[in-house]
């Protein structure tokens, strides 16, 4: 009795399945989920905008940083950083052809000179270290926080002394400091 019961309903829904008409009511489509497309399509854009690769490009890369050479008292030459630049003021009365210029004892760039009076303006994608990677420069869309501008020294053969630069800290170096002050 048990398969004639399922047996007649299997025949009666077959039966039925060609006589019947189906009905698919219209489908509504609210007004957030376009503007949750358009949201969603924006924030990928921007994150592929934003993120990058890190800096490196191995045919660029520099020799070791000299921590064996000793360091000159700073000299009255002044380093900025610009976001996306280092800025160099030498206010001192001594010129300098074909220096290195090292960035945080990691970063090297060459420069042909830095004369007296002088303001030299150098991107932070110039630098390069020892396996060919780069600083991290400023700018709004990056995906890692900037290099800082810590240390900075200039060299004028590779078996000279350094002379120290004096670093200036940003603003937001500065109050970032000052949060993390202990009262």
Same mark, same amino acid.
């Given at each position: 009795m048990h398969r004639s019961f399922i047996a007649t309903l299997a025949h009666d829904c077959s039966r039925r399945a060609h006589t019947m008409k189906c009905y698919i009511p219209p489908m509504r /489509?609210?007004?957030?989920?376009?503007?949750?497309?358009?949201?969603?399509?924006?924030?990928? /854009?921007?994150?592929?905008?934003?993120?990058?690769?890190?800096?490196?490009?191995?045919?660029?890369?520099?020799?070791?940083?000299?921590?064996?050479l000793t360091q000159r008292i700073a000299e009255g030459i002044q380093v900025f950083n610009d976001g996306e630049a280092m800025i160099i003021v030498n206010a001192s009365v001594e010129s300098w052809t074909e220096i290195d210029i090292w960035l945080n004892q990691r970063y090297l760039h060459h420069a042909k000179q830095l004369a007296a009076g002088e303001t030299l303006t150098i991107p932070l994608n110039e630098f390069w270290d020892v396996r060919g990677e780069g600083p991290f420069p400023g700018g709004l869309l990056r995906y890692y926080p900037p290099t800082p501008i810590r240390l900075t020294q200039i060299q004028t053969a590779p078996d000279a002394p350094l002379i120290g630069l004096v670093s200036i800290p940003t603003e937001r170096e500065l109050d970032l400091a000052q949060l993390n002050k202990p009262m």
């Amino acid at each position: 009795m048990h398969r004639s019961f399922i047996a007649t309903l299997a025949h009666d829904c077959s039966r039925r399945a060609h006589t019947m008409k189906c009905y698919i009511p219209p489908m509504r /489509i609210p007004v957030v989920t376009p503007l949750l497309c358009a949201a969603l399509t924006a924030g990928v /854009i921007m994150s592929a905008c934003g993120c990058e690769s890190l800096p490196s490009d191995p045919t660029k890369a520099t020799r070791p940083y000299p921590f064996q050479l000793t360091q000159r008292i700073a000299e009255g030459i002044q380093v900025f950083n610009d976001g996306e630049a280092m800025i160099i003021v030498n206010a001192s009365v001594e010129s300098w052809t074909e220096i290195d210029i090292w960035l945080n004892q990691r970063y090297l760039h060459h420069a042909k000179q830095l004369a007296a009076g002088e303001t030299l303006t150098i991107p932070l994608n110039e630098f390069w270290d020892v396996r060919g990677e780069g600083p991290f420069p400023g700018g709004l869309l990056r995906y890692y926080p900037p290099t800082p501008i810590r240390l900075t020294q200039i060299q004028t053969a590779p078996d000279a002394p350094l002379i120290g630069l004096v670093s200036i800290p940003t603003e937001r170096e500065l109050d970032l400091a000052q949060l993390n002050k202990p009262m």
